[in-house]
Each structure stands twice: as C-alpha cells, then as structure tokens.
C-alpha cells in the first residue's frame, strides 16, 4: 500500500497511551513495519512511525506516536496530543492493573485532548489466553460507557491490529 507523499488526500496525527508494559511500541511497530519484539525495551521520550492507509479512493497517511507510559521517561504531556485526531488507549488484559488505571489515562484525554478525538480502548495480549486477567466484556463495558471504540488485539500474533487503526481512521475521515 504504498504510495507518494503528494499523492496523499490527508495526514493525521494520532497517538498511543496506557501503562508501561501493555504493548504499545510493539502495536505500533506490528502496524508501520509487521515486526515485534518479545525484548523490546521501554519507550524513553517520543518516538513515531508513518503508515500509509488506503480508505475506500481516499489515501491517508497517519503519523502515530509513541511515548512511554512510564511517568518519568514521558515527554511533555500537552505536545504529544496537541493536534492528535486519534488515540489508542490500551491496557494488558492480563494485567488488571492496567485496566484499572485507565481511569487516570482517561482523565488526563479529558484535559489535554480535542473533545472530538477518536479513542479506541485496546485490550492487548489476547494470545495469552491462560493468563487473562480481565474479561472482553468489561472492556467492552467500560469502552460504551465512556463513548470509545473497543477491540481485543494480539501484537505478537498480529490479530486485530491493523482492525484496530482502521476502525480509528475510518471514524475520523
Ligand atoms: P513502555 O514503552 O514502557 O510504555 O511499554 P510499551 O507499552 O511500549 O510495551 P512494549 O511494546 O515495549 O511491550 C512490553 C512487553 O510486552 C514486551 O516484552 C513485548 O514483547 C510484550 N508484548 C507486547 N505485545 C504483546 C502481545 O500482543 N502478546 C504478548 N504475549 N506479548 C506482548
Ligand atoms: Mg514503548
């Protein structure tokens, strides 16, 4: 799906958030390159990638970043969402405490980022099935409570990754 830059209807902004640990540089490296890591490192400050996304004859090219979820490598906080249409919020689902902390994540969307962005509440790690932690359904619960998206993804076994960016672009143009 490649394609040159002026021939681009669109570039968005979208960002990654939730508790170290949870996946997200590997959800991202699993969307922009199909790689993943099982020792990748944690994120220290602000990292991002580019992908090309073809929705119906429109080209769109995202420009996703990635910060760390732990508080004392992140960057600072107000430029890492300002002008993000998008984010995905993801928790390990075999970590509860991981979804429990969403509450904080939220909080700080609610003071940092445009009333309009499109989140999507990312359950991670669906491939470790004997040491899930929180059920489909309470994400699912939390996401219609809160007006997110909500889907299930493995990163290391590559399942509803691509799913998960295309139901966040597709809700933004
Ligand atoms: P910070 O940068 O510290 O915020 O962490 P992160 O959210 O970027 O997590 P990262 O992508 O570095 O992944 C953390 C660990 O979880 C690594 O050992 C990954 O290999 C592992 N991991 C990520 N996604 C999956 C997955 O879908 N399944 C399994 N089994 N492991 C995963
Ligand atoms: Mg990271």
């Not at 910060?67 to 075999?94: H, N």
Request: hydrophobic share 40%.
């Amino acid at each position: 799906d490649a394609f040159n830059d002026d021939e681009c209807d669109y570039l968005f902004k979208a960002v990654l958030i939730g508790d170290s640990g949870v996946g997200k540089s590997n959800l991202l490296s699993r969307f922009s390159r199909n790689e993943f890591r099982l020792d990748s490192k944690p994120t220290i400050g602000v990292e991002f990638a580019y992908k090309n996304i073809r929705v119906g004859d429109k080209l769109i090219k995202a420009q996703i970043w990635d910060t760390a979820g732990q508080e004392r490598f992140r960057a600072i906080t107000s430029s890492y969402y300002r002008g993000a249409l998008g984010a995905m919020l993801v928790y390990d689902l075999t970590r509860r405490a991981t979804f429990d902390n969403l509450r904080k994540w939220l909080e700080e969307l609610r003071r940092f980022a445009n009333t309009d962005m499109v989140i999507v509440l990312v359950g991670n790690k669906s491939d470790l099935v004997d040491k899930r932690e929180v059920e489909e359904k309470e994400g699912r619960n939390l996401a219609e409570k809160e007006g997110l998206c909500f889907m299930e993804t493995s990163a290391l076994e590559n399942v509803n990754v691509e799913e998960a960016y295309l139901e966040m672009v597709t809700k933004i143009f």
